[in-house]
């Protein structure tokens, strides 16, 4: 059954304008936004995944063992980190409790498919991130030189 | 996981695609059945990011379209999409070939449903 929440968003995605002719970069602007109507999620804390370039997404209730690796959609050519936070902050929360860290996606034009030239391990290296190494502050500057155009908007739920 | 599996890498417990685009060439059926019902995704769009993201590679290479892998070994999955998704053959697709290929696999189709409902 369909809630009447689903509805409005469904006929508001009816009204949208379909198949938008934007370059890349106007694409990946949008793609930003794309989830700005959804809620954010209570109780989970947000830091940065320095070891994957991507974002930890940590729930009061994590029991310290399992880990979510969430790879975000938008077609490998949009969308970043940053922009999937409330997504990624409540999976963890509803779903399997423990923390949920979205790494980048190679974008194209310029990146190697996924996996194609690095070999990474799916291991999440937890402790690592949570040590905050010395290369922290490298790797902050590298982050926010690759997402510009990100919202940066939540340290902590 | 293609990649993880062949590298003889850990892999994870399990995957759960959602709405997964595991065919670059686009010859899923439901992307024209279901282009009348589909709000978000068209079969355009999605030849226009194949080709921004290919950049001249073959859109059937495995670690870009892993419906045209080697399936075998992959941990358990749950696949999830919308009825009436453009992309719902790609999901029908991935469950047959990873079922056939002896991954434990479960297909849940949310009737009606758009592209990545769940989220």
Not at chain 2, 77 to 100: K, T
């Amino acid at each position: 059954m369909v809630s009447p929440e689903a509805l409005k968003l469904i006929e508001i995605l009816r009204n949208a304008p379909k198949a938008v002719k934007m370059d890349l970069a106007h694409q990946r602007q949008a793609g930003e936004h794309a989830e700005d109507m959804t809620s954010e999620p209570q109780g989970v804390t947000y830091e940065e995944a320095y070891s994957v370039d991507g974002l930890w997404a940590t729930p009061r209730s994590w029991d310290g063992h399992s880990a979510i690796m969430y790879l975000y959609g938008g077609g490998y050519v949009i969308s970043s980190p940053p922009s999937l936070t409330a997504q990624a902050r409540r999976s963890p929360r509803q779903r399997l409790r423990g923390p949920c860290a979205p790494p980048p996606i190679p974008r194209r034009p310029g990146a190697p498919l996924p996996f194609g030239r690095r070999r990474r391990s799916c291991r999440l290296p937890v402790a690592a991130d949570r040590r905050a190494p010395s290369g922290a502050g490298r790797n902050r500057w590298r982050f926010e030189r690759r997402w510009p155009d990100a919202r940066h908007d939540a340290q902590a739920a | 996981m293609l990649k993880l599996r062949d590298d003889g890498a850990p892999l994870p417990a399990g995957g759960v695609p959602i709405s997964p685009w595991v065919d670059l060439a686009c010859t899923g059926q439901t992307l024209e059945i279901n282009a009348h019902v589909d709000l978000t995704v068209t079969k355009a769009s999605l030849q226009r990011m194949a080709g921004q993201y290919l950049h001249g590679a073959d859109p059937r290479t495995p670690l870009a379209s892993p419906l045209y892998g080697d399936l075998s070994g992959l941990p358990p999955l749950l696949v999830v999409v919308g009825g009436d998704e453009a992309l719902l053959d790609d999901s029908v697709r991935l469950a047959r070939s990873a079922g056939m290929a002896g991954v434990d696999v479960t297909l849940y189709i949310g009737a009606a449903m758009q592209h990545i409902f769940p989220i």
